[in-house]
């Protein structure tokens, strides 16, 4: 039996990595990773399409499997963790999320833009009613006050959720907002909270701790800072950094490290970093998956992908509005 944790971290590599390598994840790899992750005592660990259940499609980007064989050969090999799926109402439907629940899994995260936690009323409702412990995911917090997202995390936890997440998706706030923000939460809800951090600005780390401080208590991390953008706050380091900090987590410090180093930094077509297109990500306030079609649209159309994402930034473009970056390349491309 896992010791007590002081808090709960999900694992969200197999997820949210999956943008950075264009949703290109093999059986084997799963297994592979789900299975090192569940040894070294993760408790939670999602696994979809990075744009959630049915997210595969030529607008959000082709999966190499199918997810559903993914989240199988997740449970199959884990003992100790519990799979989690990501759903966005829109792309993914009940029927996917009862498909999932019948292959055992035992969370669902339920994604909505900041303003919009109306749409998943159904979808928390049914997950519930499924027995699966449910999450509200407030995308890009940054993009609106905090009284806002407060009066939207208040509708997800009267949908019925157990959990309400502050969601970096740009990685464009910085600790003080992180601070406002979580503070708001804690101060009223009556769940858990959760944040979810994207390193663009390099304060993925730095926010998370913030968060800790003020009561969040569901956090998510991301092996070898696998994740969308420059990535997500990086699993094997906040463990080493909350032991230091004389926080529980359960998680073997040693065996991330490992795993990191020996499984799924070959994944990696390359190191995550802060790059100057991640950089501007952060800087503009675009939804971190929106990076490699903006790469591919400047390459299209011969021009530089930050003026596409600064662009993007400046209207406000949030997920599922993937199709426009084309036009807007297009566009910057005719003006020229």
């Known amino acids: 039996m896992s010791e007590k944790r002081d808090l709960i971290i999900t694992e969200v590599a197999l997820r949210d990595g999956s943008h950075a390598i264009s949703h290109q994840y093999t059986v084997d790899q799963v297994l592979r990773v789900a299975m090192a992750l569940d040894e070294a005592n993760v408790p939670y660990i999602e696994v979809t399409h990075g744009d959630g259940l049915a997210g595969s499609s030529l607008q959000y980007g082709l999966s190499h499997t199918d997810e559903m064989k993914l989240i199988e050969a997740a449970i199959s090999t884990c003992k100790q963790a519990k799979i989690a799926v990501l759903l966005l109402p829109g792309i993914g439907t009940i029927k996917d999320l009862k498909e999932a629940a019948n292959l055992g899994v035992k969370m669902a995260r339920i994604a909505t833009h900041i303003t919009e936690a109306d749409v998943s009323a159904q979808h ?12 509200g995911f407030l995308m890009m917090s940054h993009s609106a006050p905090v009284e806002k997202l407060l009066e939207q995390a208040k509708l997800m936890e009267s949908y019925g959720a157990d959990v309400v997440y502050v969601v970096d998706s740009a990685g464009a706030l910085l600790p003080h907002q992180v601070k406002e923000r979580i503070s ?3 101060g009223s809800l009556g769940i858990e909270v959760g944040f979810h951090g994207h390193n663009n600005l390099s304060l993925a780390m730095a926010n998370t701790l913030v968060a800790i401080e003020e009561g969040a208590t569901r956090i998510d991390g991301s092996v070898r800072c696998l994740g969308a953008g420059a990535g997500n706050t990086q699993t094997e380091v906040l463990v080493a950094v909350l032991e230091h900090l004389g926080i529980k987590t359960g998680i073997d410090l040693y065996k991330m490290m490992d795993l990191a180093e020996e499984i799924v930094a070959p994944i990696l077509k390359k190191p995550q970093e802060i790059t100057r297109d991640s950089l ?4 503009a306030g675009v939804y971190s998956s929106f990076l490699l079609h903006a790469q ?8 530089d992908s930050r003026d596409i994402l600064l662009e ?7 997920g599922g509005q993937e199709d426009m970056i084309v036009d807007m390349a297009a566009e910057i491309s005719g003006k020229r």
Do not use: D
């Open 296 to 303: 591919r649209a400047a390459k299209q159309f011969n021009i």
């Open 312 to 318: 993007l930034g400046k209207r406000k473009l949030v």
């Open 124 to 135: 928390i409702s049914k997950a519930k009613e499924l027995g699966l412990e449910t999450v």
């Open 280 to 283: 501007v990500l952060g800087y």
């Open 184 to 186: 708001a939460l804690r």
